[in-house]
Antibody, heavy 118, light 108 residues
């Protein structure tokens, strides 16, 4: 079955960077784009960006341009999301979510909690 | 930036019908999607392309569209439907994805 398994929780200090992983299985990695979505405590879902695992091109939400980098490793069917210059407002659960080839997200990872605190 | 607007909360009694709206000026041209999220869980897609229901989603979930507003309807609401619901679409250019602010459905 299709699975997205995300890396474990992180605790970072303001100004640090964090790199999260999302390992995929159960489907052809290069066919489906991958989104990253975050959710701050008690808040709604926020789209961060999307990566094409085939050729690696990306599209980031305006809010995160300059701070986010999405990459992939086709040899391990894993996508990564790195967020730099962390601040307390980046404390959130970060999800990877597979694009269903129709502007929607049909399979989600379990989420990774990132806490940014001094 | 493009926004989708949802009511913060909707309350309904069991076995009644719940309707959750989502407004955005690109919705006449762009499809909408709905996700259900229960506490501590990842979102689950319940409606795609305005009106389609993924396999495994109960028939009581349906979607509709009229102009700049899309609506998620849950007929015969059950206690297990209590959750947060998010609409999602893309902007006019199809470049950026966006979520509505979410609606908390309370089953009285």
């Amino acid at each position: 079955q299709v699975q997205l398994v995300q890396s474990g929780a992180e605790v970072k200090k303001p100004g640090d960077s964090v790199k999260l992983s999302c390992k995929t299985s159960g489907y052809t990695f290069t066919i489906y784009y991958m989104h990253w979505v975050r959710q701050a405590p008690g808040q709604g879902l926020e789209w961060m960006g999307i990566i094409n695992p085939d050729i690696g091109n990306t599209n980031y939400a305006q809010k995160f341009k300059g701070r986010v980098t999405m990459t992939r490793d086709s040899s391990t069917s894993t996508v990564y999301m790195e967020l730099s210059s962390l601040r307390s407002e980046d404390t959130a659960v970060y999800y990877c979510a597979r694009d269903a080839n129709s502007y929607s997200m049909d399979v989600w990872g379990q989420g990774t909690t990132v806490i940014v605190s001094s | 930036s493009y926004e989708l607007t949802q009511p913060p909360s909707v309350s309904v009694s069991p076995r009644q019908t719940a309707r959750i709206t989502c407004s955005g000026d690109a919705l006449p041209q762009r499809p909408a999607y709905w996700y259900q999220q229960k506490p501590g869980q990842a979102p689950v897609l319940v409606i795609y392309k305005d009106t389609e229901r993924p396999s495994g989603i109960p028939e009581r979930f349906s979607g509709s569209s009229s102009g700049t507003t899309v609506t998620l309807t849950i007929s015969g609401v059950q206690a297990e439907d209590e959750a947060d619901y998010y609409c999602q679409s893309v902007d006019h250019s199809g470049t950026y994805w966006v979520f509505g602010g979410g609606t908390k459905l309370t089953v009285l």
